[in-house]
């Protein structure tokens, strides 16, 4: 049982717009900065979003964050094949002194 | 171009132990807080523990508390993860990981360094 709280899975067509949500509470997500993962097969996670929402160097504006309250979401718009990946988000939990992620979702695109 | 290169990874029988080191490279490595973070197979993301630049700061996940220890030799600008007393449930690969710079989000990571404990 991870400490946040994702989808299992979303889908959506290619071109269309896709959200991810992340649940937690005060002392995560509600306390601190909001980062989001993107794992493709077999290779390490990426960093997508860092910050709630900035986004690093190279990844594209089609890849964005928010947070609001004790949640977060990921926001993917123009979806491609490409995409299909598992998404995490991740947060410092300051109760438990600890990094925390979500269980992750796996994104399909139909 | 930061390199972080995972090493010391492979089948260990339970109760055993193994050392894992990161090699890190392209970076002022004593500027920046490092982590372990690991995936069992088919499994989500776990962070297991953190170390601050000068090794003043280290944090554990319940998981791990008392049975791995963190550390990290700036000369060498290599981390380093100590796992005893291991179990099938620490049955993952292990990835070094650094925060980007100025903000929060694990930025840089390993390619990652797989231990199977398995008799």
């Known amino acids: 049982q991870s400490v946040l709280t ?19 509470s005060r002392s995560n997500i ?13 290779t390490a ?8 929402n900035k986004r690093p160097s190279g990844i594209p504006d089609r890849f964005s964050g928010s947070k609001s309250g004790t949640s977060a979401t990921l926001g993917i718009t123009g979806l491609q094949t490409g995409d299909e990946a598992d998404y995490y988000c991740g947060t410092w939990d300051s109760s438990l002194s600890a990094v925390v992620f979500g269980g992750g979702t796996k994104l ?3 | 171009e930061v390199q972080l290169v995972e090493s010391g990874g492979g089948l260990v029988q339970p109760g055993g132990s193994l050392r894992l080191s990161c090699a890190a490279s392209g970076f002022t490595f004593s500027s920046y807080t490092m982590n372990w973070v690991r995936q069992a197979p088919g499994k989500g993301l776990e962070w297991i523990s953190s170390v601050s630049r000068s090794s003043t700061n280290i944090h554990y996940a ?30 993952a690969v292990y990835y070094c990981a ?18 199977t404990v398995s008799s």
């Open chain 1, 30 to 42: 509600g306390d601190n900065y909001v980062s989001w993962y993107q794992q493709l097969p077999g």
């Open chain 1, 45 to 52: 996670p990426q960093l997508l979003i860092y910050d709630n």
């Open chain 2, 98 to 115: 650094r925060d980007i710079t100025g903000g929060n989000g694990f930025h840089h990571w390993g390619q990652g360094a797989l231990v």
């Open chain 2, 62 to 91: 319940n998981s791990v508390r008392g049975r791995f220890t963190v550390s990290r030799d700036n000369a060498k600008t290599s981390l380093y993860l100590q796992m005893n007393s291991l179990t099938a449930d620490d049955t």
């Open chain 1, 108 to 110: 399909t695109v139909l």
């Open chain 1, 6 to 24: 994702q989808p299992p899975s979303v889908s959506a067509a290619p071109g269309q717009w896709v959200t991810i949500s992340c649940s937690g």
